[in-house]
């Protein structure tokens, strides 16, 4: 029998789903996509919140990047009450903000199941790397629509933010911010982190604040208020250390929860209770 390369075991375990953690109860996925996780009918996304429910991962808020994914998201609020939904353009998609799309975001957001308006903001990384992303003028202007759209219709705003801190910052001053802000994945250094506490921002931080080169990101996590501090998977991306690199899912969250509770020096308890009362106060919802 041919045994295994290092590159072929390598490569197997991309595709091995990590281990469950052991049950942490109490927490919220602050922001999770499960339509790219394979939750695009009722009975998979089912599946998905039945093994994070198993670990104590009691709802979540699955989240949109584009129109289709956006009614998969509303659809999916509406088949399972432990899933509610954020919907909008991602910036890279920012383009696609024509008149239809903006009516029927409209309507999405009036939506009970809805509970946020996200994900929107700014990414200058994927300009020039990819074709169809959308240039940081087209990105500007879709910020500023949902930034209206989430003050009008008073549910949170969920900001993506890479690579593009202080433009950020400076268009949310500029439009003034809608009363309660999620920064999605938090990924700004211990200035950034500051400036978005003083503002009131809630911080949302997923699997990168336990990655072994996140050091910058671990004085961020540390000096936000226990009033301000989410977590999240962002799965199928960003699995918590040691399973980087391997599919992530909502079950995946006690393991981020836990960094962020040896980060804090808070027991694991503790946390999840933190974390999972943010989340049911900052989306407004029933949130089990
Ligand atoms: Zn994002
Ligand atoms: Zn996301």
Redesign the pocket.
């Known amino acids: 029998m041919k045994t295994e390369s290092a590159k072929e075991a390598k490569k197997r375990r991309r595709r091995e789903p990590p281990p469950d953690p052991a049950p942490l109860p109490g927490l919220v996925d602050a922001h999770t996509h499960l339509a790219a996780c394979g939750g695009r009918d009722a009975e998979s996304v089912r599946a998905i919140l039945d093994h994070a429910q198993a670990v104590g991962v009691e709802a979540v808020v699955t989240v949109a990047d584009d129109m289709i994914d956006a009614r998969w998201a509303v659809q999916a609020a509406h088949w399972d009450e432990r899933a509610f939904a954020a919907v909008a353009l991602?910036p890279t998609h920012a383009g696609e903000l024509d008149d239809a799309a903006r009516a029927e975001l409209e309507e999405m957001v009036a939506d009970p199941r809805v509970v946020a308006v996200g994900?929107t903001g700014l990414d200058y990384y994927w300009p020039g790397k990819s074709e169809s992303a959308a240039s940081p003028e087209v990105q500007k202007d879709a910020f500023v629509w949902h930034i209206d759209l989430a003050k009008r219709i008073g549910k949170p705003l969920m900001i993506?933010n890479r690579e593009a801190d202080q433009d950020l910052l400076d268009i949310l001053a500029a439009e003034g911010s809608p009363e309660v802000v999620i920064m999605?994945?938090f990924s700004g250094d211990r200035n950034v982190a500051r400036e978005c506490v003083d503002r009131g921002y809630l911080l949302s931080f997923s699997g990168t604040v336990s990655f072994a080169n996140a050091d910058e990101l671990r004085e961020a996590a540390l000096l936000v208020p226990d009033e301000q501090i989410l977590v999240e998977t962002?799965a199928p991306f960003l699995t918590p250390h040691p399973y980087r690199g391997q599919p992530n899912q909502s079950y995946c969250l006690p393991y981020t929860a836990r960094a962020l509770a040896a980060i804090r020096g808070t027991d694991d308890e503790t946390m999840a209770g933190i974390l999972g009362g943010n989340a049911r106060r900052a989306y407004q919802a029933p949130l089990q």
């Open positions: 991602h994900e993506h999605h994945c962002d």
